[in-house]
């Protein structure tokens, strides 16, 4: 028997969470059986927590989109009891019990072994809004990021965190777009030069074209704050779009992209075939400072969840909130 945090529908369809005392065999079908010890918070879960059930496909269900632990048992050659392992996406936590949980069993194939200089619980606090970070910090990359300040959007939030201060240890001069100034030190702190409050971008103009200002562009936001964003970039330059924490709308013209030759490059985690998932770990392990993911974590227990999942998605936790499912 092990402790998961079960989201269960009633017959009136609406939703509850608890932590319940679940037996093995319950578990769903795979080829790993992973002894989970973080796993995180993020948009999407809150979603999944809350009253409704967000993006849930079946009941009961334990959420949680991403988890890292070690293999108890693998079918599968590539792994064997006692790997490190990391998994996000798959839709792992929607339709596939999830990270919320002590035990997992999932497909071989959603896995990734951790690389080395990465522990789980510095893998938790990446999760999967700063692995996002480091997918759209790989694909401005790919496309060049021109001279000036990369701009970073929800900067505060777990996706913005994660790709400030990986921006930074790269030696970009990064402007971080927060509504919440009072997190001004951690976003410096983080590697941040310049602090945008977010009412100076949501601001709206009629101008489709404004000074040519950012280099490159990660946008956790959407809606008005990426409409505007696209009037600003440098010829040339991208804008790697992961969110809508402000909405799903764009309410943009396509100015920027006929006069300034501006690119936005759609982020998704969830799908990412296995070389690219490899690659973006290790990046990670490579290029973001433990110590400023140390700073970023919120420490949480399965007891929190619900509370954290009402809080993210008022986009009101600071950096990313880890949680020790066996604390
Ligand atoms: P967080 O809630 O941690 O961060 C979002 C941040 O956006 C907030 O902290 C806040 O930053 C800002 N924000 C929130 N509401 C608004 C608003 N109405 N207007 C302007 N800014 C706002 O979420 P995550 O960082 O985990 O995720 C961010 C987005 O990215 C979500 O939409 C999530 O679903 C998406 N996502 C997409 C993935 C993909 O594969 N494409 C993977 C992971 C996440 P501040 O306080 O600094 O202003």
């Not at 997190?183 to 030069?193: I, P, R, V």
């Not at 490579?286 to 009402?310: H, N, T």
């Amino acid at each position: 028997m092990f402790n998961a945090l079960m989201v269960e529908k009633d017959a009136d369809g609406k939703t509850s969470a608890a932590i319940q005392q679940i037996d093995i065999a319950r578990l769903p079908a795979g080829d790993v059986i992973v002894d989970i010890e973080y796993s995180t918070v993020n948009y999407k879960d809150g979603l999944c927590i809350g009253p409704g059930g967000g993006l849930v496909r079946n009941y009961p269900h334990i959420p949680g989109i991403d988890f890292a632990g070690t293999v108890a048992s693998s079918d599968d050659p590539r792994y064997s009891p006692g790997d490190k392992v990391v998994l996000t996406g798959w839709r792992v936590g929607e339709a596939h019990w999830g990270g919320y949980s002590q035990k997992a069993r999932v497909k071989a194939d959603w896995l990734v072994p951790l690389p080395k200089g990465i522990d789980t619980r510095h893998a938790m606090a990446v999760g999967t809004a700063g692995f996002t970070a480091m997918l759209a910090v790989m694909a401005l990359e790919d496309h060049g990021i021109k001279d000036g300040p990369v701009l970073v959007t929800g900067a505060a939030g777990g996706v913005g965190s994660v790709a400030t201060a990986i921006l930074a240890q790269l030696g970009h001069e990064v402007a971080a777009v927060t509504g919440r100034p009072e997190t001004a030190d951690y976003l410096t702190s983080l590697g941040a030069t310049q602090i945008v409050a977010r009412e100076e971008i949501n601001e709206t103009t009629k101008r489709p074209l404004e000074a040519e200002t950012w280099g490159g562009c990660v946008d956790a936001v959407g809606s008005a704050m990426l409409a505007r964003v696209l009037g600003q970039m440098k010829y040339g330059a991208s804008v790697a779009a992961v969110g809508l924490a402000g909405g799903a709308d764009l309410p943009a013209t396509v100015i920027p992209f006929l006069l300034r030759g501006v690119n936005l490059l759609g982020i998704d985690s969830v799908m990412q075939p296995y070389e690219n998932r490899l690659r973006a770990w290790e990046r990670i392990a490579k290029d973001l400072p433990m110590e400023k993911l140390e700073a970023m974590i919120v420490p949480a227990v399965l007891s929190d969840l619900p509370a954290l999942g009402r809080d993210i998605l008022k986009g009101q936790i600071k950096g990313r909130a880890v949680v020790d499912v066996n604390g």
